[in-house]
């Protein structure tokens, strides 16, 4: 049987060819636009990760959701979910959601701040010291999300925070500060010049700053940036009173701290350093033991002795005693830090697919409270194995005083770099020469001669005090943290 | 006009069918809940409320326009209403532009509605609607445009059910654009010829999930009102070109 040739009547021929042409330019004038679309798209899903590196902890119903594109959608509803959790307490659950929402929605800033708290904060042992291996993770975080979220101060501000707060690493948390009051898009003094966000960072940015300024010892620029804040705050004011708004009191409240925080620094730097503080007009009033007055009347110009001599007994496996002497005023804390030997603090991690960490190390920070100069603390570590393994055959045991992590009215005794201590067994005596943890400048025109360092005038040009700390460092085996062998004097090594 | 009254006709068909109603209650009642999420800090259940709300614009958008454009043309055929149309004096580009018309109007309308119903939400819990929300809705808007374009062309040659999972399956396909995209620069060159030929001929959806972009305002992009009208264009030809490619087909189509 012959086949039939179906035949199109003429019209539909004639009509086809034009048709085809018109698609094919049609479809090239598309890859145009797509060509151009294409940067702005990418800015918009950038840092978004290929779903299939996020399916592996998604639950059936979720999956779907990225694939049709409600990838936010999909990371709202699980950051439902972690609100539940946060409130039954279930912390646990919350990571592995934290990393996949900050996967499917990488410009979820407030997932990145919590998640990073989350993780510096939150997980503790028995006794509520923090599980300090989640720090790692916990920046790496903060950073993954500053790079995904570069125009955001909330993530800057927050490692900011964390490493003034939790880390106390000052010189990382001014470097945060920094980058989150220049952001992009602004200018030098961190103001942005749109309605809706007029400065780069909020105010709080620059009282942290400040306070960080405070710590690493540099006066100058800590009343610098106080200055910087009373000038915003003046001009927030200024443009209600000039709009007819009402006067808000929050903002008159935060000009009275500011005002304050900015004449306490100025009081103390005089204070310690010049020879126009207080103390030093009124000789009524005598200075507080340690303190160095580069002229102050009748002070016998040694730094004080604090004398750290401590001791440790082990009570049962794990479980240490850690007592001894420290010749300073109530309120003063030795810190205590117990790592295996070669523990490094900001170990590179891996946080592609998940926040783990290294349950195989060991790291206890606490501290121990001193009171009429004796100090006596108990660190049980018996009751957590998963975060205090002692895995190692060597451990690290610190016990240190650090003037700058310290609270104002010992500095005062001692100075912001501990320039006023000393400890008669030199040993004890840690010098931290970094470049960037060197102390103030002084103030041009207000320096006077210099503070005196070990009875010997360093003029104020000079005075970029490297930090002066007492750190005594133990070298332990693990047999002797598990109490097999005593911890003696023999067991304490030169510190590094 | 020809196409209009197709269109008309379409529209009075396409609002009898119940199944159109029942995803649109669902995404209202599911942009509806977004307040429920008050619950959480401000910032987050502004966060939820917007996400929600679009995902649940788009994603009973999707279903409407896919659920509404398959069985267009296959049921004037099945039915046989085709012979009375064709026997008219209507081109059967007419007939296929008409049925598009149709088909889109329908989209339209649930959208708005959807789109009213979403921007009244935000205007209850935030006390505003910011400017930028109407981007996201319009953009939707021009979405299912294109994928009632691509519906329509595939029904001039596949049943509704092969239909709907080859209109389905591109639609996920186009909303990996930036996958797509990661692959034109891929080392392996079959990869990277893959997906050059996926990322520039076939429509890409993700161009238009501005989404992140409402959902953080802090986000910023450059230029994004050029963004919105290069995609409006681009929804606009592409369409045009699903539609020949549907005219082509059909005007070889024996019925």
Partial sequence: MQKAVKKMPASVNRRTAPMAVAVVALLGVTALLQKAIDPTARQIHMGEKNISQVSGGLNNEFMLLPLLGFREAAAGLLWVRCDEFFHSGDYDAILPLVRIITLLDPHAENVYVTGAWHLSYNFTDANERSDRRYIAPSEALLDEGIANNPEIPDIKFEKGWQNFDKIKNYTEAEKALQDCIAGPHHDETGVKGTDDYPF????????????????????????????????????????????????????????????????????????RYTTTGHDAINPSNPPLPGVLWPTGPGISPQPWDVALRPAIDV???????????????????????ITDWFYKDRPLVDIKNSFQVNMAETILVDSCAVRKGKFDREMDMSKDPKMYSFSVPTYKIVLSYNPRTTSPHLT??????????????????????????????????????????????????????????????????RKQIMGEAPITAKDIVPND | MVPLAIARQTVREALRRRVMWIFLICGVFLIALGPVFGFLSPKDSQTVLRSLGLAAILLAGLFITIVTCIYLIPVEIERRTIYTILSKPVQRFEFVLGKFLGGFAVVFINIAAMGIVFLLM???????????????????????????????????????????????????????????????????????????????????FGNFNIQNTLIHPTQEITNPDVFIRQNILYALIYSAVLLILAVIIFDRREV
């Avoid at chain 1, 808000?248 to 701290?257: D, G, V």
């Avoid at chain 2, 009632?148 to 209109?167: D, R």
């Avoid at chain 2, 399956?169 to 030929?197: D, H, M, P």
């Fill in chain 2, 122 to 204: 935000i205007r209850f819990q935030e006390g505003k609607v910011p400017a930028d929300m109407y981007k996201g809705v319009f953009l939707t808007f021009f979405q299912m445009m294109l994928l009632a374009a691509l519906t329509i062309f595939f029904s001039t040659f596949a049943t509704p059910v092969l239909n709907f999972f080859m209109s389905f399956g591109i639609f996920i396909v186009g909303n990996l654009s930036s996958v797509t995209e990661s692959l034109t620069t891929s080392r392996v060159k079959a990869t990277q010829v893959a997906g050059t030929l996926i990322h520039y001929l076939l429509p890409n």
């Fill in chain 1, 412 to 477: 005062d005794r001692f100075g912001w770099s501990g320039e006023g201590m000393t400890d008669s067994d030199l040993t004890h005596v840690y010098l931290d020469n970094r470049e960037p943890l060197l102390g103030t400048a002084l103030i041009a025109g207000q320096g006077a001669t210099g503070p005196i360092w070990d009875g010997v005038t360093v003029p104020w040009a000079n005075h970029s005090q490297p930090v002066r700390m007492v750190k005594v460092t133990y070298k332990v085996s």
């Fill in chain 1, 200 to 271: 780069a960072a909020p105010l709080k940015t620059l009282h942290l700053l400040a306070h960080t300024y405070e710590k690493q010892a540099r006066l100058p620029e800590a009343l610098e940036e106080w200055q910087k804040a009373l000038a915003r705050t003046e001009k927030i004011m200024a443009d209600d009173k000039a709009a007819g708004r009402q006067q808000n009191y929050a903002n008159k409240q935060m000009w009275f701290a500011e005002k304050h925080n900015y004449a306490e620094d100025l009081q103390r730097y005089h204070n």
């Fill in chain 1, 315 to 337: 009570k049962r496996p794990k479980v240490l005693r850690v007592y001894g002497r420290f010749n300073t005023a109530d309120g003063s804390r030795i810190d205590c830090r």
